[in-house]
């Protein structure tokens, strides 16, 4: 639907000069890349790529087929053997390269994230430094896997434990951290002796391909390929693909069912990263000014694009007034703007014209429901997808806002009384990614983090990420690990050799 919101008080900064972001010769080809080069797919359908701070075509991309994703798998299988054969000093020694030469170009990679999503360049250049050190982390990781010891168990017999890479592994990715979330998947999954066929988001692919191109001599043919296109077609291929020995998905709920229920179809393990709610539950001894200042990134790092935002906040009555009014200050320096309006820039548009008009909904609904704006609550006046940084009070308990994933920069603020009555209120949603606990109690701290259905938990911060801890979550957000040693067994297989060694 088109929604009716109206605009409200603030401004996009816009870019004084018209210098672009990135010079047109730095695109990527618009081509899937199979086998270690770029190539016309099988159909002669294109997608649009939309810079969503102008709504301007930067260019267009190939729309693959079935025939396409095939295509693909056929080369990862063909490279499937070879590759799971190296040692892992050879593998380590591959994915340092790519860091480096992601270090090289990360510049380019930061600027071409920003054209292609609107994320301010403070953003993107995050997204860049934590991909070259996802890879140099994983790099280390292949080289120290560890199992249970070898030895004697039953009479006569020795055990042996391998760990083996999975075959081909389908990944499809997100559009709110294109390069990134790749990078999640990549990583580990070529460390762990595997190779990929990766369909990145039909609204963000140009990173990836970008990647592909960057690291193509790197590689081994057929080790890495890139299909385009969208996620019913591509997707669905790869999840049902008989050759496919895996699928890996970050992206929503209803994706990670589809793709689920037909990868059970061939039996294959499917990994899934979905959707999050994050509550950030303050009790009323924690330090107010330093959550409100935490929340002033957490909630609204990449416009609110993020499943682990802290977006629902469930703060004590006693200390409601005092912390809402500390969170509006915070967030009312937020600068919105084009990624060329300046360094300072930290908030960006939404995605799609589509994700625009779904966010504007959800602030009307939640108003409608009784939910005060306090700060924002609406679109920002001209050209793009801006949505103002909101903070919604007196939120009614259960209301829609509060259990539903906005993904935007939308927080909102409801009130408990009881220790109890906020975890029970946390735990509600059906997700269960991240959650953060405020208070200066420290054994209220540990025992409330241990009552919070959620694969990450912080105590006085949120947002946090560390490349050697796992990310992922429970019940809705999903299964499996990205990050850490953790990831290397999702993506690989125990095997247990027993030896006969009886005289």
Known sequence: ?????????????????????????????????????????????????????????????????????????????????????????????ILLAIADRLADNADLL???EALNTGKPLMVAEDDVASSIDSFRFMAGAARVTTSLAAGEYAEDHLSVILREPLGVVGVVTPWNYPLLMAVWKIAPI????????????????????????????????????????????????LAEHPDVDMIALTGSVNSGRAVARVASETVKRVHLELGGKAPVVIFADADLAAAAESLRVAGYWNSG???????????????????????????????????????????????????????LGHLERAQASGAKAVLGGGALEGSGYFVAPTVLADVPEDAACTLEEIFGPVVTV????????????????????AASVWTLNPQLGHDVASR??????????????ATEMPW??????????????????????TKHVMHNKAR
């Open 1 to 93: 639907m088109t929604s009716t919101a109206t605009t409200t008080s603030g401004t996009v900064r816009r870019a004084t000069e018209p210098t672009p972001i990135l010079a047109i010769d730095k695109l990527p080809p618009g081509q899937h890349f199979i086998s270690g080069e770029f190539r016309a797919g099988a159909g002669n359908e294109s997608q649009a790529i939309v810079d969503p701070c102008t709504e301007a075509v930067i260019c267009e991309v190939a729309q693959g087929t079935a025939a396409d994703a095939d295509a693909a798998v056929g080369a990862a299988l063909e490279a499937k053997e070879s590759w799971s054969r190296t040692l892992p000093k050879q593998r380590a020694e």
């Open 110 to 112: 930061s600027r071409l």
């Open 190 to 237: 070529l460390a762990a002796g595997n190779t990929i066929v990766l369909k990145p988001s039909e609204q963000t692919p140009l990173t990836t391909l970008k990647f592909a191109e960057l690291t193509a001599d790197l590689l081994p043919p057929g080790v890495l390929n890139i299909v385009t296109g969208l996620g019913p077609v591509i997707g669905a291929r």
């Open 305 to 359: 694009q993020e499943c682990g935002a802290g977006c629902r906040v469930l703060v004590h009555e006693s200390v409601a007034d005092r912390f809402t009014q500390l969170l509006v200050e915070q967030v009312s320096t937020l600068v919105v703007g084009e990624p060329t309006a300046g360094a300072d820039v930290e908030i960006g548009p939404m995605i799609s014209k589509a994700h625009f008009e779904r966010v």
């Open 414 to 433: 409801e009130t408990f009384s009881t220790e109890n009555e906020a975890v029970t209120r946390a735990n509600q949603v059906p997700y269960g990614l």
């Open 452 to 465: 919070l259905e959620a694969g990450t938990v912080w105590v006085n911060s949120h947002l946090v990420l």
């Open 472 to 493: 992922g979550g429970f019940k809705s957000s999903g299964y499996g690990r990205d990050l850490s040693a953790y990831a290397l067994d999702d993506y690989s297989r």
